[in-house]
């Protein structure tokens, strides 16, 4: 819990609002609820606590007034803040007087929540205190706040170029007529539709006979829309030029970068083409600058492994490992600890390629693939600038696996990431790219290692009970047959999926002193995860039935996606 909820907290217990023997018993209950919907709705639902009492206390506490917002928000300023910053921080607009905006909330009026709305809003924040089911209530009157992206409508139809719509023949009319579609428009549309999806990559593909538009949704591809061929070179050439792209080189990949400013969010376009037999296949991986830094509190993480990594970041020195595949959100856990650890007293270099967005009091080196100034190169620099905490955006080789243990032994927090299936894999993984074990026994603190699983959609989830062949399959038998699992019946919302979003699952391994000596004896993987589990060690599928129990999600996404019990 952040300091705030603990002060809390203790105060609820010491005006007996609720025991000390209660919070004990519900604490094990509480993480991930707690996570997404805060201190006040948790403690009222789980610990029973009377949310009149629980919000005069905390009126008291922070010396703001208490008051009823429902009838106010119906003429209250409607659109001063989006959908997702309302939904986020469980606030609400209320009153708008001059430059001072009255915002009510349900949870303790974090400083950097206040600082967050006043960036946001530009108006000085006002806060007030409302319960939990009048904070509710207001929500339904109010629909919310706004998503600013859904107030911008499409600007070209271009599902009317679809193939399968006669889009070769509506292509050639126009074409015959002089009025063919502005190609940058087209593009921008293509990217304007892919953001308002939520969509992490755009795949512009060739075939033989069409020129096909996919997006990922949720880890999922969907198709866009499939175009005539001809528009296949004057759409690449767009793109290709909006990311300062050779134009004319088209036999090798290259890689390059957009910027894009859309209904005040800023978003960061990587831009990858890949020569195939049709032509150009270009990747667009789509970056929210806003989504990315987050506090470490909102990942996702657990109680127990929000508590373990903590104790890792503010190690005095070490190695910190953050894995699993591409796109499982390590840069998202790794900016998140940056955020966590930074300070005026600290001096936190990165080494990326590319630098993936700009953080305050962090200096920032980025390199060039195909440069001499590599990830080895630059930590042998950084090493000489008198670092506190360095971040190595990947371990790709022995020589930067070797320098940043030996930067680890020498009194520095190292962190980096790299590509393993789980925490223990990561041990013979990194051996095995030439890191000598005398380097990496001693100077590794922890691997973190994790995947993203698909929310269940929160306007269509319902409860659902797995077949008993399920729980045997899944290696869930020992689990009590009473228990609720839940999934999404598929809604407008959710465009019939039955998801929307994804939140991490992680499983964090501690290396102790006897997991160090397996290191040393070139132990196998085996014997390590033997020692750790003996030592508290939870692996991902655990904390993904954890997750799935609260109905964050879906039972049979994370054992998809994990490996079994051993």
């Not at 209660?22 to 789980?46: A, M, P």
């Not at 009823?68 to 708008?96: C, D, H, W």
Request: hydrophobic share 40%; with cysteine.
């Amino acid at each position: 819990m952040v300091k705030e909820d603990l002060i809390l907290t203790e105060a609820i217990i010491a005006r007996n609002l609720m025991s000390s023997v209660t919070f004990e018993r519900i604490k094990s209950k509480i993480g991930e609820h707690y996570l997404i919907k805060g201190i006040s709705d948790t403690l009222v639902r789980f610990g029973e606590v009377d949310e009149y009492e629980l919000a005069k206390l905390i009126s008291d506490l922070y010396d703001i007034p208490m008051m009823t917002i429902t009838e106010e928000v119906k003429n209250g300023p409607k659109e001063v803040l989006p959908a997702s910053i309302i939904q986020k921080y469980r606030v609400i607009p209320v009153f708008l007087l001059g430059s001072e905006l009255t915002v009510a909330f349900i949870d303790p009026p974090y400083k950097a929540v206040v600082e967050t709305l006043k960036k946001e809003t530009g108006y000085k924040i006002i806060p007030v205190v409302t319960t939990v089911s009048d904070y509710q209530q207001a929500l339904k009157v109010q629909k919310a706040g706004y998503d600013e992206l859904d107030k911008i409508m499409p600007q070209i139809n271009i599902e009317e170029l679809d193939i399968e719509k006669g889009g070769d023949r509506l292509l050639h009319q126009m074409e015959t007529i002089g009025n063919s579609p502005p190609m940058k428009k087209f593009v921008d549309e293509i990217f304007l539709r892919a953001i308002k999806m939520g969509a992490s990559d755009i795949h512009f593909e060739p075939s033989d006979d069409e020129f096909r538009i996919r997006v990922r949704v949720d880890g999922i591809l969907r198709k866009l829309v499939s175009l005539p061929k001809k528009l296949h070179l004057a759409v690449v050439s767009v793109i290709k030029i909006k990311a300062n792209m050779d134009l004319f080189e088209r036999r090798i990949p290259q890689d390059g970068r957009i910027g894009l400013n859309i209904a005040n969010s800023k978003f960061d376009l990587r831009i990858n083409t890949l020569p195939t037999i049709y032509g150009e296949k270009v990747v667009s991986r789509i970056l929210r600058k806003s989504s990315i830094l987050m506090a470490l509190d909102e990942i996702g993480f657990l109680d127990q492994n929000l508590e373990l990594f903590r104790t890792l970041l503010f190690s005095p020195n070490g190695l910190i490992l953050v894995t699993g595949p591409t796109g499982s959100g390590k840069s998202t856990t790794l900016y998140a600890a940056l955020n966590e650890i930074k300070s005026m007293e600290k001096n936190i270099i990165t080494v990326e390629n590319p630098v993936e967005y700009n953080v305050d009091l962090i200096n920032q080196v980025q390199i060039e693939a195909d440069s001499e100034f590599n990830f080895a190169s630059a930590l042998r620099a950084i090493l000489r600038q008198d670092p506190n905490a360095i971040l190595v955006g990947e371990i790709r080789d022995s020589d930067t696996g070797t320098i940043a243990t030996e930067a680890a032994l020498t009194g520095h927090i190292v962190m980096s990431t790299l590509h393993t299936n789980d925490a223990i894999g990561t041990i013979p993984r990194i051996l095995n790219l030439g890191v000598p074990k005398f380097w990496l026994a001693p100077a590794l603190l922890g691997v973190v290692s994790q995947r993203l699983v698909k929310r269940i959609c929160s306007q269509c989830k319902e409860e659902y009970k797995p077949s008993e062949k399920f729980y045997v399959e899944a290696g869930l038998s020992r689990l009590p047959k009473d228990k609720i699992f839940y999934k999404g019946r598929g809604c407008n919302f959710c465009n019939g999926s039955g998801y929307r979003g994804r939140i991490a699952i992680h499983e964090i391994l501690m290396v102790n002193e006897e997991i160090r000596e397996l290191i040393y004896e070139n132990a196998p993987s085996y014997k390590i995860r033997e020692v750790a589990l003996r030592y508290g060690f939870r692996e991902m599928r655990l904390d993904g039935i954890i997750k799935a129990l609260a109905g964050i999600v879906a039972i049979d996404e994370v054992v998809n996606i994990t490996r079994p019990f051993k």
